[in-house]
């Protein structure tokens, strides 16, 4: 009896699939992220409800704001850290086994092959092997580059953080001063912390989930 293998998907339908699911998953988030804002406006309506000045409010609503701001930021200088890193194992990659070395010094690249040959020795080198360290000299300072903005976005994540600690310490100010002279019950207090977790909690999962939306239409596209 002759029997048929099942036919395999083809690698277009894999990323179609994985699409629709993705898509999906951006759907629910975002309706998380709207369910959350009117769990945001239930509390804060009933702070006021029980007395909360317009400073202290202002003071809440800015917190939220800068909760937002710093974690898009952490999100987005992570991206680039991850992206630029990519780059470099892709150069060290195509760096390796050339006739031009990458010196680190002070975590730059330098090449240092070419700058042992004199003018006149490079005249006498062969057209092609003189356009592949001309070529390997360019990946070198590609890489000193690469490795230039990698320090400087290690340094910009870590002001990001330093950032944060200081906003988490400030949530615990706002928490002790103002939130619980108002919220004296557990649960109001719990709506109000589960709210603010949330809320960093969906930015992340949403860009992360159209991160990977736009890289899946790219491999669709490719």
Do not use: W
């Not at 070529?135 to 990001?160: F, G, H, M, P, T």
């Amino acid at each position: 009896m002759t029997t048929c293998s099942p036919t395999l998907p083809s690698d277009n339908s894999q990323f179609s699939y994985q699409l629709e699911a993705l898509r999906y998953e951006e759907r629910v988030l975002v309706d998380n992220v709207k369910s959350n804002d009117k769990l945001g406006e239930i509390v804060k309506n009933k702070l006021s409800s029980l007395g909360l000045t317009a400073q202290e409010s202002e003071k809440i609503n800015l917190h939220f704001d800068e909760i937002e701001k710093v974690t898009l930021l952490l999100l987005s200088i992570s991206a680039r850290l991850q992206l630029i890193n990519t780059q470099i194992n892709e150069k060290s990659h195509q760096q390796r086994g050339s006739p031009i070395e990458c010196q680190s010094n002070d975590k730059h690249f330098e090449m240092t092959s070419l700058k042992t040959q004199k003018p006149n020795d490079l005249q006498l080198i062969g057209g092609d092997k003189q356009n592949a360290l001309l070529s390997n000299s360019n990946l070198c300072d590609q890489l000193s580059a690469l490795v230039s903005k990698q320090q400087k976005l290690l340094v910009q994540l870590e002001e990001a953080l330093q950032l944060r600690v200081s906003i988490d310490h400030r949530s615990q100010t706002i928490e002790e001063k103002i939130i619980r002279k108002y919220f004296k019950d557990c649960d109001n207090f719990n709506e109000f912390l589960e709210f603010t977790k949330l809320k960093s909690k969906l930015i992340i999962d949403l860009r992360q989930v159209r991160d990977k939306i736009q890289l899946t239409e790219k491999q669709l596209k490719s």
